[in-house]
């Protein structure tokens, strides 16, 4: 709601704005025409006497020029609103009083209440495409509710009209999301953002969309610039083509792949190796863990015996995802085990989203298995997670309260990969 130099009663009727100045105008009364606009925004009347202490003395003389008289020679200076209004009306100066008089002088009023409400529906929209995209995606609920409550989208937009262009730009990214094959950042940016540096560190929108992405790929929070490459890499987008690995051991189909299985060492491949060169054949079945300790065990105990097992190294990286995704295309079929805590069962997830595997002694019945078998385990701490491949897990993980890594049970693992 906004107030008018002349309100529907005086339609027609102009303050005399060069009269006006000269009265209300001076720095001396600057006081008071900003108190009657504080009332004005709060829907109080212009009534009733308003005090200023410890006028100076420019101040006194301003508002005896303006009432005709000395207004007191207390502490304090008090002007009647009323006397005010009353005297802009017989003067025909503001014919509609000192309202009309003070959006003259100072520009149309908004009403605070009013204002707030604007504000607060302008703010309720920004967030509409994030609740858009958390309807599409469910996985992105609880990150769209966090995002809305804990105020980083107010602190990096700023004003409701940048909030809402910046959240639709991050829900157009994120429904981009996983990039395959992979991609570079820059060039992923540029293709669908229209500028390669749209996502360069420390921008609004790379700050959103990475923890967009760990919200959906259930990848920590590590931090640093490897973090965020891991972060990255895990949807397919890459920084560079070398710092992407995964680790592997007796898998053929290129010639430093053959050579190293007929060494039953353990093969380190860069993303850059699986894009150029991918492997030509795939076993039938392929064995993954999470933790490197695994594949050097099983290396150390049966060399060129071992069945082939790829390691994710944590999560899944996009080399690890290129060389899955091409291993199930010609047919492998997967069984993974990893750590049994919230961490460990958010990787899984993330990988299932990806490739389809079954379980390797990684259910809850397992899970009870291993604490039974285990004198004390560290506690489980983090924040729960489901685990689509049995429902049961997160369950069992929550009664026992302790988490079993891969080397707590190496050697049931040892025992199916000979």
């Known amino acids: 709601m906004e107030l008018t130099p002349a309100t529907p009663a005086t339609a027609g009727v102009t303050v005399d704005d060069v009269r006006l100045r000269r009265l209300l105008g001076a720095p001396g009364l600057g006081w008071l025409v900003d108190r009657a606009r504080r009332r004005l925004e709060r829907g109080q009347p212009l009534t009733g006497p308003i005090s200023l202490s410890s006028p100076t003395a420019d101040q006194r003389l301003a508002a005896e020029r303006l009432l005709g008289r000395a207004p007191g020679g207390g502490r304090s200076l008090s002007v009647r609103l009323d006397a005010v209004d009353d005297l802009l009306r017989r003067s025909g100066i503001s014919p509609s009083g000192l309202a009309a008089a003070v959006v003259a002088l100072t520009g149309p009023v908004t009403l605070l209440d009013q204002a707030r409400a604007d504000e607060q529906r302008a703010w309720a929209q920004a967030y509409a495409p994030l609740d858009a995209l958390a309807d599409e995606v469910p996985a992105l609920r609880g990150w769209a509710e966090r995002l809305r409550n804990d105020g980083l989208v107010r602190r990096l937009a700023g004003t409701s009209t940048a909030a809402a262009d910046l959240l639709g730009r991050t829900a157009t990214v994120i429904r981009a999301l996983p990039v395959e094959p992979a991609l570079s950042l820059p060039a992923f940016s540029s293709r669908l953002l229209g500028s390669a540096h749209a996502l360069d560190d420390g921008t609004p929108l790379s700050t959103l969309t990475l923890s967009g992405i760990r919200a959906l790929t259930g990848a920590p929070d590590a931090g640093g610039a490897q973090g965020r490459r891991e972060a990255w890499a895990s949807v397919g987008l890459l920084r560079d083509e070398l710092s992407s690995t995964v680790l ?171």
């Open 248 to 418: 592997a051991l007796n898998l053929r189909g290129t010639p430093a792949l053959d050579w190293m299985a007929d060494a039953g060492e353990p093969v380190v491949l860069t993303l850059r190796q699986l894009t150029r060169c991918p492997p030509s054949s795939a076993p039938p079945t392929v064995r993954i863990c999470e933790n490197p300790a695994v594949l050097a065990a099983a290396a150390d105990t049966y060399g060129t015996r071992c069945a082939p097992l790829v390691c994710l190294q944590g999560q899944p990286s996009a080399a690890a995802l290129l060389l899955l995704s091409g291993l199930h295309a010609h047919g492998s079929r997967f069984h993974y085990h990893g750590d049994f805590d919230w961490g460990g069962l958010r990787i899984a997830t993330a990988l299932l989203r990806r490739v389809p595997w079954t379980p390797w002694r990684y259910t809850a019945a397992d899970y009870r298995a291993a604490v039974r078998a285990l004198p004390a385990g560290p506690a489980l701490t983090g924040v729960r997670a489901d685990a689509p491949w049995d429902p049961g897990l997160p369950d069992a993980l929550r009664e026992a309260g302790v988490r079993v890594e891969e080397e707590a049970v190496l050697d049931d693992l040892l025992a199916d990969l000979g």
